[in-house]
C-alpha cells in the first residue's frame, strides 16, 4: 500500500518529456540522455582496455557515485517537503525508470535524526552485469560498479555524510541475482574496495599490469582447458571440474541429464584429454537403433548368423578397441542387450551375434542417459547390476535453464561457428533477443540454443545484429513493449499501450460490438464460476447492470 500510494504521488512517467524537434529529453527540468546500453558496453571495454581493471573500476563507481548525487537532489526537489523516507524510496524507483536496474530494497534501518543507516538491496536485470557478461563472460569479481557508486552518492546526498554501497553477489559472477549491501564509510574500516571512491585512487604501473596478467592467465586458462565445451556458471564448473579428474583414468564415466545438455560434448572432451585421444570415438544412440538390430551394432554379426547376414561385420566395441565407446540413452536399451552388455563390462570380450568365439576388446566406457535409472531398476526396466557398473563415477550436467550466465558465451560461440558456413559477418545480438534468450525456459537445452542460433544467423543482415525475431520460429516470446510516448510528447502507461494494440487488433477485420461485448459478459461469468457479483467485479460494473446486459442478450 505504502508503493502505491508513493506511486500516486510521484509519477515519474508524468515528469517525463520527449522534444523531438529540439533534440531534447526533460526529466522535469533535468535533461536527460537516451544511450544504447551497447554503446556504454563499448564504451566500458575501452576503459578496461586503455586504463586497466583496477582504474576502470574507479572510474565507473566515481561517475556513477556523482549520477546517484544527481538524482537525490532531483527526487527532493520533485517531491518537495514530503515524508523523507518517501522521497529515499524515489530511489529505486529512478534505478529502473532510468533503466539500470530493478532494485527491491530487502533490509533498511534508517534514522534520519541521527543520520545512521543500514540497508541491503536486490538487483535483478542489471544492464551492467548483462553488458559484462556479453564482452568478458562470468569472472571472479562483481561488475555493477557505476550502479553500486549510484547508490552510495544517492544515500550519501540524503545523509549529508558517507554511506558505501558494496556488491556482495552478481550475476556476472554466477550468481542468481545481485546483491548489495550498505552502511557508513566508518563502518567499513580499512576495506581497500573504499579506495576506488577516490578521486586519487591510481595504482602504480607495475601493479595494474600484474592485475592484468593475472586476469588475462585466468581468461586463457578457461579456455585452453575446456577447449569446446563453453561456459563458467557453478553448475558448468563442478560438470567440468568431475570430467577433468577422471578423463586421464579408465574409469567408466556415467554422463546424467536432460535431452540436449551436450552429453556428447563432455564425452568427446574425455576422451580427447585422456591417453586413448589418438585411437577411435565411437558414438552409438541406442534409441535410435531398433531394438532387434542393436546386438549387432553393438556386439556384431557372423556371416550366416540370420537372412541376410552375408558377411561378418565387427560390432561398435570392436571398433572402439583402444579407444573410447560412447553409449548415448543407455537407459533405453532392451533387458537382453544389458545382459551382454553387462557381460562384456565384466569380461571384456564380447561374442559376435551367431559366433561362438569371444574376442578381446580393450574399449573405455563413457555412457549417458536422461532416463532415471534408478526408476527404471524399480519397474523393471533396467538391470541393478548393470546399473552399479555404469554409475561407478556419474556426472550430471546441468540443465541450461540452471546456467543462464553461460548463455551470452555459448551464444557468441554460435554465431562465430554459423558465419563461416552462412558467408556471414554478425555483429551479436541486439538487446532485445539476448534479453529473450535469457529469459527463455530452454526446454531443449543446448541443442535448442544451437538451433535458435544457426536460425538468427540464417535470417539476419550481413554486418547486422541477430534481433529477436530472426531467433524463434513459431514467434518471440511475449514480452512487455514498455510505455508509448503519446504525439504531446508524454510517455504513456505501459498498461494502457497493451491495451491500445489489443483493441486495434480487434478492429482490424471486421468487428461486431454486440458480439464481442457478449462473449466478454459469457467469458467475465464463466471466470467467476457464475456469481454474478464476482463477474460484474471483474468487468468493472455494478451486479445490476450485469444482470440487465446479460437478459437482453438474451432476449436479443
Known amino acids: 500500500m505504502a508503493e502505491q500510494k508513493l506511486i500516486e ?56 557515485f556523482a549520477s546517484g548525487q544527481q538524482d537525490a537532489e532531483l527526487a527532493k526537489k520533485l517531491l518537495g517537503a514530503g515524508d523523507p523516507y518517501d522521497v529515499f524510496r524515489i530511489g529505486p524507483e529512478l534505478h529502473a525508470f532510468e533503466g539500470l536496474v530493478k532494485a527491491t530494497i530487502v533490509k533498511s534501518d534508517l534514522d534520519w535524526e541521527r543520520g545512521s543507516f543500514a540497508g541491503e538491496v536486490d538487483w535483478h536485470n542489471s544492464w551492467e552485469a548483462d ?83 593475472r586476469r588475462l592467465r585466468r581468461s586463457l586458462g578457461t579456455e585452453c582447458t575446456s577447449g569446446k565445451l563453453i561456459g563458467a556458471s557453478p553448475g558448468f564448473r563442478g560438470a567440468f571440474d568431475l570430467i577433468g579428474k577422471a578423463a586421464a ?60 547376414a552375408q558377411q561378418s561385420r565387427a560390432g561398435r566395441f570392436e571398433r572402439a578397441h583402444g579407444g573410447t565407446l560412447f553409449l548415448d540413452e543407455v537407459g533405453d536399451l532392451p533387458l537382453a542387450a544389458q545382459v551382454k552388455l553387462l557381460r562384456v563390462l565384466q569380461t571384456g570380450e564380447v561374442e559376435r551375434l551367431g ?96 538451433n ?14 541477430i534481433e529477436i525475431d530472426h531467433l524463434f520460429a513459431g514467434g518471440a516470446p511475449v514480452h512487455s513493449l514498455g510505455a508509448e510516448v503519446d504525439r504531446a510528447g508524454q510517455v504513456g502507461n505501459a498498461g494502457d499501450a497493451t491495451r491500445q494494440r489489443l483493441y486495434e487488433a480487434i478492429l482490424q477485420d471486421g468487428f461486431d460490438l454486440e458480439q464481442h461485448e457478449a462473449r466478454l459478459l459469457e467469458l467475465a461469468v464463466q471466470r467467476a464460476g457464475g456469481n454474478l457479483t464476482h463477474a460484474a467485479k471483474l468487468l468493472g460494473i455494478t451486479r445490476r447492470q450485469l444482470a440487465y446486459r446479460l437478459k437482453q442478450g438474451v432476449e436479443g
Open 452 to 465: 535458435l542460433v544457426e536460425r538468427g544467423v540464417l535470417l539476419a543482415p550481413n554486418g547486422g545484429l
Open 131 to 213: 553488458s559484462h557478461l556479453q564482452l568478458f563472460g562470468i569472472g571472479e569479481d562483481p561488475a555493477c560498479w557505476s550502479i553500486v557508486g549510484y547508490a552510495s552518492g544517492y544515500v550519501t546526498q540524503f545523509f549529508n555524510r558517507p554511506v558505501i554501497f558494496k556488491e556482495t553477489a552478481c550475476t556476472a559472477c554466477g550468481d542468481a541475482h545481485c546483491h548489495i549491501v550498505g552502511k557508513p564509510l566508518e563502518a567499513w574500516g580499512k576495506d581497500p574496495y573504499l579506495d576506488y571512491f577516490k578521486p586519487d585512487d591510481l595504482q602504480g604501473q607495475l601493479d595494474e599490469m600484474r592485475e592484468e596478467l
Open 355 to 450: 559366433d561362438d568365439q569371444t574376442r578381446k576388446v580393450d574399449v573405455r566406457l563413457v555412457a549417458a542417459t536422461n532416463v532415471d535409472l534408478q526408476e527404471a531398476i524399480r519397474a523393471g526396466r533396467f538391470r541393478a547390476d548393470l546399473y552399479y557398473r555404469l554409475a561407478t563415477y556419474p556426472v550430471v550436467i546441468p540443465p541450461l535453464r540452471e546456467r543462464r550466465s553461460d548463455i551470452p558465451l555459448l551464444a557468441a560461440a554460435l554465431v562465430k561457428k554459423y558465419e563461416t558456413p552462412y558467408h556471414k559477418q554478425i555483429q551479436g545480438f541486439s538487446d532485445r533477443a539476448m534479453q529473450a534468450l535469457m529469459a527463455y525456459p530452454w526446454p531443449g537445452n543446448v541443442r535448442e540454443l544451437q
Open 9 to 64: 504521488q510521484f509519477n515519474l512517467r508524468s515528469r517525463l518529456r520527449f522534444n523531438v524537434d529540439e533534440g531534447q529529453i526533460w526529466l522535469d527540468e533535468n535533461r536527460m540522455l537516451l544511450l544504447h546500453a551497447r554503446a556504454m558496453g563499448a564504451l566500458r571495454r575501452e576503459l578496461f582496455d586503455s586504463l586497466g581493471a583496477e582504474r576502470a573500476k574507479g572510474l565507473l563507481i566515481r561517475m556513477g
Open 249 to 308: 583414468s579408465p574409469i567408466t564415466v556415467l554422463l546424467l541429464g536432460e535431452t540436449g545438455v551436450g552429453k556428447e560434448m563432455f564425452a568427446r572432451w574425455i576422451h580427447d584429454h585422456g591417453d586413448r585421444s589418438e585411437q577411435p570415438f565411437i558414438a552409438v544412440n541406442c534409441a535410435a537403433i531398433p531394438h532387434d538390430l542393436l546386438e549387432s551394432e553393438l556386439f556384431g554379426v557372423q556371416k550366416g548368423a540370420y537372412t541376410g
